[in-house]
């Protein structure tokens, strides 16, 4: 068990919709990462939050949005949903912004019909 | 932007044999992280062994070690005595010390079947 927790660990919803993906880090943590695994894109860094702030962003689209409340849980919110957005979806944390030893929650697998 | 390429989709051995896994990546950065992830059926992403790049001797976890050559790009793994446990995606990755705009950087993927 590496710590992270993510939830739901299955969702299924329709084109067209919203939902929200919730991640808590390890205690202590203060970066949240999240990835999207796809099989055709493969891994692929969304957006990266340290202490509440946006620190990095990667291949995330304008349709998605993340935030990390002062609790340090981050939300992951998905919208205007397409088929190719079902993924699996990682959230990582680590103990500091620049700390490159990560641990990976279990993923919500996002099932769009 | 860096990239890691996996060259092997897919790799099937004998239990308690020695497998090695290719990774190449290509940066400009000399300051950097590799690490190898496992990821058994269960989906969950488990680091096995990281290696950082100033650092000229390989890094070994128990069965697992790396072959790291800086000058190649190269960075390998080594599965020592295999297990049946040890059947699992594994991916290559690359961090940019400090973290950087692209986070962890993930090749594409060897799938590692071992069979009894």
């Known amino acids: 068990d590496s710590g992270v927790t993510q939830t739901p660990k299955h969702l299924i919803t329709a084109t067209g919709q919203r939902v929200t993906l919730r991640c808590s880090p390890r205690?202590?943590?203060?970066?949240v990462y999240w990835y999207q695994q796809s099989l055709d894109q493969g891994l692929q860094f969304l957006i990266q939050y340290y202490n509440g702030e946006e620190r990095a962003k990667g291949n995330i689209l304008e349709r998605f949005s993340a935030q990390q409340f002062p609790d340090l849980h981050s939300e992951l919110n998905l919208s205007s949903l397409e088929l190719g957005d079902s993924a699996l979806y990682f959230c990582a944390s680590s103990e500091s912004a620049n700390n490159e030893k990560l641990f990976f929650g279990s993923g919500t697998q996002l099932s769009v019909l | 932007a860096q990239t890691v390429t996996q060259s092997q989709p897919e790799m099937s051995v004998q239990e308690a044999e020695t497998v090695t896994l290719s990774c190449t990546y290509d940066?400009?950065?000399?300051?950097?992280?590799l690490f190898w992830y496992k990821q058994p059926p269960s989906r969950q992403m488990i680091l096995v062994i990281r290696q950082e790049a100033y650092k000229q001797q390989n890094a070994t976890e128990n069965r697992f070690s790396v072959n790291f050559q800086k000058a190649a790009k190269s960075f390998s793994l080594k599965i020592s005595d295999s297990q049946l446990g040890d059947t699992a995606m594994y991916f290559c990755?690359?961090?940019?010390?400090?973290?950087?705009?692209?986070?962890?950087?993930f090749g594409k993927g060897t799938h590692l079947i071992i069979q009894p």
């Open positions: 205690s202590g943590d203060l970066s």
């Open positions: 990755a690359f961090m940019m010390k400090g973290g950087g705009a692209d986070g962890l950087t």
């Open positions: 940066t400009s950065e000399s300051n950097y992280y």
